[in-house]
């Protein structure tokens, strides 16, 4: 699972520019003043021949070093003591930097959990003589306040003040959760044999891959390290980057550009005095570009070897205009089948993750297909549509019928609704009922049939969902009654996830996919749904707020389009049923608990 962070990012930008930009659309205060986040840190550089490499372009080590510092240093204002780097997510480069050229970083805390926060670094580079700017890359760090003689120190949250200070908090929670299970979930892809049969091994005029090996070691100097004798982990990626650039120029004897770097983990600390042992080798070489694996280890005197840190970085090399050139193919060491294997899988995620995550939410193709190198930015994606959506504080109430209200939102042409109300019932138990889809055809006429296709896992699930079709006046049809139009059907992922901190929903957000398995069929119009789902929301121990949310695409809007011209409240007479399902479930009589209907470990909360 490899998760394009920077992509990650920048698919809240837009809401999120007017704030990390520094530029033109910053909130003010009531006063008038500009509003600065109080963790923000800037950092701005002028690139020297001595930070360059042999083409005059800022070397990616030193750009790596800056962006830990700065970003160190936000994550040390908020916690108000030392921090050390856990990890730095994907990174994508967008363009190279020049010699004479300004290197501009920003860097705030995202979210606060226990020990260890989020921090969002932005890049970018400034020309003085033209006086353009542009975006270099964005990443996502993770920082942990350093343990005391005392033991762990405990972070104060971090409120947010803006709309899109709060989308980042919302958001943080869900990147959070995909980077703790980030080794399993790999090592589970990793070893679906049908990631092992992407390429064929042909190596004739292929390049041996021990040609490429690299190894070479560091001594651990006070400059290196922190004011608690820790090494800087931008030290350490610097490090890497090196080692990774010389085995990339060894494939085909050039000087390679470094595209994207796949997470770094510190796996544990380093020190002044450690002697560190970088060892680099290409694992596999696709036709424009090559993945380049590096590991980092510790030791002291006698010591065993001490795993630093793994990452793996992927080269392109480019002629004089800068287009990629088609790359040697590489031949496996006898031992290296392993790795050679693994970077096809790996860069089959690398596509996918830029497939689903770099479009921007307007963008995203209604259906895509599932598949398990996927699932896990389907996931993401799914439940931060959603989030960014619940986050819109543009939202125009349409209508209101005894506490239930119909709201509705305009977006670029996209037209998407909201009902919400108050009802009595905890916000877990609601959660527990509206996250079963299958449930639904209980209380929503609008679900004719729920079936169960596939549990993901303890979160993310599979259904179809048969809808009656919808004469022009809005009125359903049941598939025998319907006169000339189909039913439709619907394939959707359905990720749930419980609140990550006091004061957060629970959300259920729902998307269409597409799945080999079950093709379109006749007597069904397949219908698609960008993004839909609930937030409930805790307003005391027996009330919730209840939050229902719809990207009305073409085959959704029928069923509402008479509520917001105010032709009718049907969206009222659902929730009605919707409650009354509630009131009826309030209590759970099954003797074993309700989770386990979906599955053990429902509850997982990244935060813990
Ligand atoms: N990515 C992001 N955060 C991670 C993580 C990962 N891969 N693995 C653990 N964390 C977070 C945990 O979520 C936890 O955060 P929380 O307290 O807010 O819930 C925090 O790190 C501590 O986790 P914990 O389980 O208590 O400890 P651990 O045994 O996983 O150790 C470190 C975590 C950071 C102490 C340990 O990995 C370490 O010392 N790493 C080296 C850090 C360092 O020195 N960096 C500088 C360069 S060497
Ligand atoms: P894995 O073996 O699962 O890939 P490691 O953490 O052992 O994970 O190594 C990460 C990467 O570092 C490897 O894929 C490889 O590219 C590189 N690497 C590891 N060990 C060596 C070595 N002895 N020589 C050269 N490169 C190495």
Request: contains cysteine.
């Amino acid at each position: 699972m490899f998760v394009l962070w920077s992509e990650l990012f920048s698919a809240v930008s837009h809401l999120c520019d007017h704030y990390i930009s520094g530029t033109p659309k910053m909130s003010r205060h009531q006063n008038g003043e500009e509003y600065r986040n109080p963790t923000e840190v800037k950092k701005s550089q002028i690139v020297m021949p001595c930070h360059a490499n042999h083409r005059q372009e800022l070397s990616v080590g030193e750009l790596l070093k800056w962006m830990d510092s700065t970003a160190c240093l936000s994550a040390e204002r908020h916690a108000g003591c030392p921090c050390v780097t856990v990890s730095v997510d994907d990174i994508h480069f967008e363009h190279t930097i020049g010699v004479g050229q300004v290197v501009n970083i920003k860097a705030k805390v995202n979210r606060a959990f226990n020990t260890s926060m989020e921090v969002g670094i932005v890049v970018s580079c400034e020309d003085l003589f033209s006086d353009t700017h542009w975006s270099v890359c964005r990443a996502v760090a993770t920082f942990v306040s350093q343990r005391t003689t005392g033991g762990k120190v405990q972070l104060r949250p971090l409120v947010p003040c803006t709309q899109a200070e709060q989308v980042e908090h919302s958001l943080a929670a869900e990147r959070r959760r995909m980077r703790l299970v980030h080794a399993d979930i790999m090592k589970d892809l990793l070893a679906n044999r049908a990631f092992q049969q992407g390429q064929s091994l042909n190596c004739n005029g292929a390049v041996p891959a021990e040609r490429t090996r690299v190894e070479s070691v560091e001594l651990v100097l006070p400059t290196h390290a922190n004011h608690q004798v820790n090494t800087f982990g931008g030290q350490i990626m610097a490090w890497m980057e090196n080692v990774a650039t010389i085995a990339a120029s060894r494939l085909c004897n050039a000087h390679p550009t470094l595209q994207s770097i796949d997470m770094f983990h510190f796996r544990g600390p380093s020190h002044v005095g450690d002697r560190l042992v970088l060892k680099a080798i290409v694992n596999n070489a696709f036709k424009n570009s090559m993945e380049v694996g590096v590991c980092a280890e510790a030791y002291q005197g006698e010591e065993p070897l001490r795993h630093i840190n793994s990452a793996f970085m992927t080269f392109e090399i480019r002629d004089q205009e800068g287009k990629p050139c088609t790359l040697p193919r590489i031949r496996p060491e006898p031992l290296g089948m392993r790795r050679y294997q693994e970077a096809i899988a790996r860069n089959k995620i690398r596509l996918d993750r830029k497939y689903i995550i770099s479009c921007k939410q307007t963008e995203v193709p209604l259906s895509v297909p599932w598949d398990l190198s996927n699932q896990v930015y389907l996931s993401y994606n799914n439940v931060s549509a959603l989030k960014m959506l619940a986050a819109r504080n543009n939202w125009l109430l349409n209508s209101e019928k005894n506490k239930v209200s119909l709201y509705t939102l305009e977006q670029k042409q996209v037209l998407s609704f909201k009902v919400e109300t108050e009802v009595d019932i905890p916000a877990e138990r609601a959660f527990m009922l509206l996250s079963d889809l299958s449930k639904r055809v209980e209380w929503d006429p609008n679900y004719e049939r729920c079936e169960l296709i596939l549990r993901v896992n303890d979160d993310d699930f599979l259904y179809r969902v048969v809808t009656p079709s919808i004469s022009q006046d809005g009125a359903s049809n049941s598939p025998s009654a319907d006169q000339g139009g189909k039913v439709q059907d619907f394939i959707l992922l359905a990720s749930r996830r419980p609140p990550c901190d006091s004061g957060d929903p629970y959300v259920i957000a729902l998307r269409s996919v597409t799945l080999p398995t079950h093709p379109p069929t006749e007597g069904y119009n397949r219908g698609e749904v960008l993004c839909a789902g609930f937030s409930i929301l805790e307003v005391s121990k027996d009330i919730s707020k209840i939050s229902y949310f719809n990207q009305a695409s073409p085959e959704v809007l029928p069923y509402i389009s008479t509520d917001i011209a105010g032709l009718s409240s049907s969206f009222y007479g659902i929730f009605c049923t919707c409650n009354t399902f509630l009131q009826e479930n309030r209590v759970d009589h099954t003797s074993t608990p309700h989770k386990t209907d979906l599955g053990p470990g429902t509850f997982f909360c990244g935060c813990e």
